[in-house]
């Protein structure tokens, strides 16, 4: 039992940097290593069904319910999605996943 009164560790940058490579990757048909984070999700060739997917993907890794739909059109690239999506959560404009539903 924990008696320091802290929470679960915060979701740090890395951690949701690690999700998004690997789900935009696996939809773009390369391996994480070769995924560049600055290029847009559109120079993979992701369309609309992909982008679904990585949406699904973000709700089931974090836990998420209802994130903003227009967020991955917002944020084209894994570290500009990455930050956008960092920062809802740890503002708490989105909850943050318990530590047992990280991957």
């Keep these: 039992m924990d008696t320091t009164g802290t929470t679960t560790p915060a979701l740090t940058l890395d951690d949701v940097r690690k999700v998004l490579t690997?789900?935009?990757?696996a939809e773009a048909g390369v391996t994480p290593a070769e995924l560049e984070t600055d290029r847009a999700f559109s120079d993979y060739g992701l369309d609309s069904m992909a982008a679904l997917s990585v949406g699904m993907e973000i709700e089931d890794?974090?836990?998420l319910t209802d994130p903003p739909v227009d967020l991955l059109w917002d944020h084209p690239t894994v570290d500009t999605l990455s930050v956008a999506l960092w920062q809802l959560i740890s503002t708490g404009l989105l909850p943050a996943p318990a530590a047992e539903d990280r991957r």
Excluded: D, I, K, L
């Design 22 to 25: 690997e789900a935009v990757a």
């Design 61 to 63: 890794s974090f836990g």
